[in-house]
């Protein structure tokens, strides 16, 4: 079993930046990919960004490409997400996910989310 738990969400302004936070515990956190995904109101969950195990790959989904950064800390057991230029599409419910592989149906652990919230 892998728990993971997000942090660092809240309200911002549009143009400003949130950096989120994803710690896990339970098996080696270095053998796993992991996933950001988001989920806005009333719409379905979609693939934000994923790192590879190492941290040499990265992948994001176009609406957040050059805006947000994905990365590793395996000494800390956990993954970030700094995301800049903040738009109110980006409002949403963020999870972080954990597999073997960066694709989204590897995803076997998940974490409960947290909001994050962009004012016009």
């Known amino acids: 079993q892998v728990q993971l738990v997000e942090s660092g969400g809240g309200l911002v302004q549009a143009g400003g930046s949130l950096r989120l936070s994803c710690a896990a515990s339970g098996r080696t956190f270095r053998n796993y990919a992991m996933d950001w995904f988001r989920q806005a109101p009333g719409k379905e969950r979609k693939f934000v960004a994923a790192?590879?195990?190492?941290?040499?790959?990265?992948y994001y989904a176009d609406s957040v490409k050059g805006r947000f950064t994905i990365s590793r800390d395996n000494a800390k057991n956990t993954v970030y997400l700094q995301m800049n230029s903040l738009k109110p599409e980006d409002t949403a419910v963020y999870y972080c996910a954990a597999g073997l592989s960066t694709a989204a149906r590897d995803m076997a652990y998940w974490g409960k989310g947290t909001l994050v919230t962009v004012s016009s």
């Open positions: 790192i590879n195990w190492s941290g040499s790959g990265t």
